[in-house]
């Protein structure tokens, strides 16, 4: 039981630097703290990628004279059900889409 536990997390930090690979206590830490960055890390994903659609947005609006905030509230106002992911994407990849949106909204 002893081996195979060893065995096991020995497995995991592989490719660790230093004695993290291969002293027992060293790479059980090693393993807790990786687990720690990897949960608090998909949280911090989603936070990443709302901040980066938010700047794709912004610089296409600004490319129409408007700002990334006015353009959101004449988004709401006119009931646009997009969400800031498809909204980048179209800011993107179909500038002439999303264009004819804002000059719906825009009147």
Do not use: C, P
Request: hydrophobic share 40%; proline share 0%; glycine share 2%.
């Amino acid at each position: 039981m002893h081996a195979k536990r060893r065995r096991n997390l020995l497995r995991q930090v592989k490719g660790y630097k230093w004695g993290r690979k291969k002293l027992i206590k060293a790479a059980r830490t090693a393993t807790l703290k990786a687990g720690q960055h990897a949960f608090a890390d998909r949280r911090r994903k989603k936070a990443d990628f709302r901040r980066l659609w938010q700047i794709k947005i912004n610089a296409f609006a600004r490319e129409h004279n408007l700002t990334y905030s006015r353009l959101m509230n004449l988004l709401k106002k006119n009931k646009v059900a997009l969400d800031r992911k498809i909204l980048a994407d179209l800011a993107v990849n179909n500038k002439t889409a999303l264009a004819n949106i804002i000059s719906r909204v825009n009147k």
